[in-house]
């Protein structure tokens, strides 16, 4: 599934992760750790967003050696996304439809299942953070990922929106997409498939 | 009055030089770097001539002058509604005749690049008998800074009516935006004032050299004219770089190849500088002559952009490298060898973007 080998990542001297061997059995992987543990980091690392050492492998693809293909299995929102304030959430749309090879119809499902659709056609510098993060979340699921990684996304986000998540979630899951997930909220856990811990601490990731 | 002038200081006037930096690192070039040191005082006296002089001159100046006053105060109206400065609409409290002292002096201070030359070209004026010139500079500067402190003391003292602005004439695009686009909506929503100083020099650039007398037609002086003009877009440039940083970091993680990529920052480019080549074709350049000046001009602005993934983003060092670069290129022109150039650019244009792209992590790494 998710192979790591060797994989270290400094910020100029710091060492901030240093993973030997890690390999994703579980389709549903909750990464926990305290602030600055560099979750968000590894969830870029893996994302193929920032430089590493080592070697990232998804379904045997090597990012390193195959970078549009690996890039094509997998999707990734951050916690607090950001996008040019002057485009509308359907230039984006459209432009992640256009690169995630993904049909009209599943992006209107999308557009529908988490309520944006009323103010997509707005632009980004209108909308509220938990409008953003729904834009977000509906570019997380477009196209046909192996991989969907979300950074915190609970955050911001309205109690009527966690349920449709929820769904989301197990629906992708259902069809195959596994996860990775970060959440400093409290997750109703009885609500998503079964899932594994993955702790990071002091550098490294431990699976309980 | 002194701690609100302090306040306002820290929370408006320092951000404003903080931001536009770039803005003005690249304006002192324009104005002390291209000429020699020992010729600096000749050469602004004879600009100041011109401005004294020439009517068409002195009110393209006052045009300039005016939209960095309108950028000055559009950056202060802005400051004023970032949550964490809305404690300033207390200056609201204080007698409209201080409100006024305040803002006044405030707008003074970000005016003072402008206002220093201005004085400069005051007293020139006056030393040559054209007193009356010198007379309207001050009364032009002293009507605009009014305006511009009435229009803040107002936007202070009406929060709690609609505000009224001037309704926006905007194209709906009803398409979704190509890629390409991204940039250059960047450019028309939020540096317009940066994309007006930079096509004016850049377009004046041209035809500037265009109107050299010479025996005989030389392409060098085209494309000397071209370089002139993609230098002026070395603030854009940098911009662009930032504007990727900061917003479209997202598209790191799309399955998109090295090709696609940098095809579509030529493509950014190449819009970016289709004025300049409409230009060419409108002084009825030959067409293989316009082709080559146009693939030399994005070629040097498309390594521009390449050459700040490079290192972390640093206006100072793009500055230098653009200019050093400028410097090689116009040699090359000279010695007629800017086929070469033009090939060589693109190459090393895309070989930079396909060896640093990833590897760039900005001011994290």
């Keep these: 599934m998710l192979k790591l080998t060797n994989v270290k990542k400094y910020y100029g001297a710091q060492l901030i992760l240093d993973i030997p061997h890690l390999e994703l059995s579980a389709r549903m992987n909750w990464l926990k750790g305290g602030n600055g543990t560099g979750k968000s980091t590894f969830m870029k690392m893996v994302a193929g967003i920032i430089p590493f050492e080592g070697s990232i492998e998804i379904l045997s693809v090597d990012l390193k050696a195959k970078p549009i293909e690996y890039r094509r299995l997998i999707n990734y929102v951050e916690a607090e996304p950001l996008y040019p304030p002057f485009l509308t959430g359907l230039d984006l749309i459209h432009f992640f439809r256009t690169t995630r090879k993904a049909s009209k119809e599943e992006v209107d499902k999308l557009v529908l299942e988490l309520g944006i659709g009323s103010f997509i056609g707005n632009p980004i510098h209108t909308y509220s953070s938990g409008m953003v993060k729904k834009l977000s979340l509906a570019l997380a699921f477009t196209g046909k990922p192996a991989f969907i990684l979300l950074d915190e996304p609970l955050v911001t986000i309205d109690q009527e929106t966690v349920p449709l998540l929820y769904q989301l979630i197990n629906d992708y899951f259902n069809r195959g997409t596994n996860f990775i997930l970060t959440s400093h909220q409290s997750v109703d856990l009885d609500r998503l498939p079964p899932s594994k811990e993955l702790i990071l601490n002091d550098h490294k990731i431990c699976v309980p | ?365």
């Excluded at chain 2, 040559?128 to 500079?137: K, L, N, R, T, W």
């Excluded at chain 2, 009406?158 to 194209?171: F, G, K, M, Q």
């Excluded at chain 2, 640093?314 to 040699?331: N, P, Y």
Aim: charged share 15%; glycine share 4%; hydrophobic share 55%.
């Design chain 2, 1 to 365: 009055m002194r701690p609100v002038v302090h306040v306002l200081h820290k929370a408006i006037v320092a951000r404003f030089y903080e931001q536009n930096a770039g803005l003005f690192l690249f304006a002192f070039f324009l104005m002390f770097g291209i000429v020699e040191s020992s010729q600096i005082v000749s050469y602004h006296l004879s600009l100041i001539a011109g401005i004294i002089e020439s009517t068409l001159f002195l009110a393209f100046v006052n045009l300039a002058w005016l939209i960095y006053l309108l950028k000055s105060v559009q950056f202060v109206l802005s400051r004023l509604t970032l949550p964490e400065n809305e404690f300033l609409f207390s200056i609201g409290l204080m007698d409209a005749r201080s409100q006024s002292g305040v803002l006044l002096f405030t707008l003074f201070v970000m005016d003072l690049p402008v206002l220093i030359y201005s004085l400069i070209v005051v007293v020139v004026a006056v030393h040559s008998g054209h007193a009356f010139v010198g007379i309207y500079i001050l009364s032009f500067h002293l009507v605009l800074l009014t305006l511009s402190t009435l229009i803040i003391q107002k936007k202070i003292n009406a929060t709690h009516l609609d505000s009224y602005s001037i309704p926006r004439i905007s194209v709906r695009w009803t398409q979704p935006k190509p890629f390409a686009l991204f940039y250059l909506n960047q450019l028309t929503d939020q540096l317009k004032t940066v994309m007006v100083v930079t096509k004016a020099f850049s377009i004046l650039a041209i035809l500037g050299f265009l109107q050299i007398p010479l025996d005989t037609y030389d392409v060098r002086v085209v494309l000397m004219g071209i370089l002139f003009a993609v230098v002026a877009h070395t603030v854009i440039v940098f911009e662009f770089r930032r504007f990727e940083d900061r917003y479209l970091s997202f598209t790191r993680n799309l399955p998109l190849s090295s090709f696609q990529r940098f095809g579509a920052l030529a493509c950014v480019y190449s819009l970016l500088l289709v004025p300049e080549t409409i230009l060419l074709w409108a002084n009825r350049i030959p067409f293989v002559d316009a082709m080559e000046a146009t693939l030399l001009g994005t070629g040097f602005i498309v390594i521009s952009h390449c050459s700040l993934y490079l290192n972390e983003l640093d206006m100072d060092r793009h500055i230098q490298k653009t200019l050093w670069l400028f410097l090689g290129s116009f040699m090359i022109v000279l010695c007629k060898f800017y086929r070469v150039e033009a090939v060589l650019l693109w190459v090393g244009s895309f070989l930079i973007f396909n060896r640093f792209y990833y590897t760039y992590e900005g001011s994290k790494g």
